[in-house]
């Protein structure tokens, strides 16, 4: 493993709290399982990576998402959408998925508040990812601060195009001051011609930085298919929430990426030319 991620691949123990988390590291089917809750959004960004696939009145029930969880047993489940927060049980689906799972949560922030946020640590989340930049609310750094103050890790959420650069810089400064990380997100869909690849390789050492595809792995190979999985708000199971074909099974998707090294799957490798 390259020594510039093991740091940062040690840092991110933070996100675990409790004994029974270390356990499914080593016994869990796939280690980290992304599950779109619902496909309703009050927002339309470009270049999101659901967009393909959403249809406003479908979303997984309480009793289908904890089926998943049951059935793959992940260290790792990190719920989206959508926006998870429109989704009507989702504070009985944190309560109802085993502590002994890292939760997290993805949300455009614009419906969080004070209550939300305290409803959610009480649930049972452990992480909220608030995504920050040119599509985001203003006040969502604000919102970031209130999370962390209610005891919840936080993850500033950044997708790496030119014209989010200074959001990004500020993401990082921001977190530098309040000891939050920062999530790295390839451009997808129209904005892949706008991939800012200076800011992205400039900052990417940086302690409090870490990738959507090296959450638990810390090095440069994509975990897609084997790692990490994707569930839909169909209940469909894909290798990642950027690569959207269907698998009947964990074993024929598995069959597909083995051996796979290369740094995305979606995009395949990146340099810096």
Excluded at 134 to 154: F, H, I, R, T
Excluded at 202 to 222: I, P, S, T
Aim: net charge positive; with cysteine.
């Amino acid at each position: 493993m390259n020594l510039k991620f093991l740091r940062k691949r040690i840092g991110q123990v933070r996100y675990v709290k409790r004994p029974g988390q270390v356990w499914r590291f080593f016994f869990s089917k796939v280690k980290s399982i992304e599950i779109a809750i619902i496909w309703a959004c009050n927002f339309k960004c470009p270049g999101c990576y659901a967009e393909d696939l959403k249809n406003p009145k479908t979303f997984l029930t309480k009793e289908q998402v904890v089926g998943f969880i049951k059935k793959y047993k992940p260290m790792h489940v990190n719920l989206t959408g959508g926006e998870p927060l429109l989704h009507p049980e989702l504070y009985g689906i944190i309560r109802e998925i085993p502590k002994s799972v890292v939760i997290s949560l993805v949300t455009n922030g614009s419906l969080l508040n004070e209550e939300k946020v305290k409803r959610l640590k009480e649930a049972g989340l452990n992480t909220i990812q608030i995504s920050f930049g040119k599509n985001y609310p203003l006040d969502n750094l604000e919102k970031a601060k209130l999370a962390k103050k209610a005891g919840l890790n936080v993850c500033l959420s950044v997708t790496n195009t030119f014209e989010n650069k200074g959001h990004i810089i500020k993401a990082i400064k921001f977190g530098e001051e309040n000891n939050i990380h920062i999530l790295w997100n390839l451009p997808m869909g129209i904005l892949e011609k706008q991939f800012d690849k200076e800011t992205y390789f400039k900052y990417r050492n940086h302690q409090l930085v870490r990738e959507d595809n090296m959450f638990w792995a810390g090095r440069n190979k994509c975990p897609a298919g084997r790692e990490k999985i994707y569930i839909t708000a169909r209940g469909e199971l894909m290798p990642c929430d950027r690569l959207h074909k269907v698998y009947k099974d964990l074993e024929s998707m598995r069959k597909d990426f083995k051996g796979n090294k290369i740094w995305c799957s979606r995009l395949g490798d990146i340099d810096k030319k």
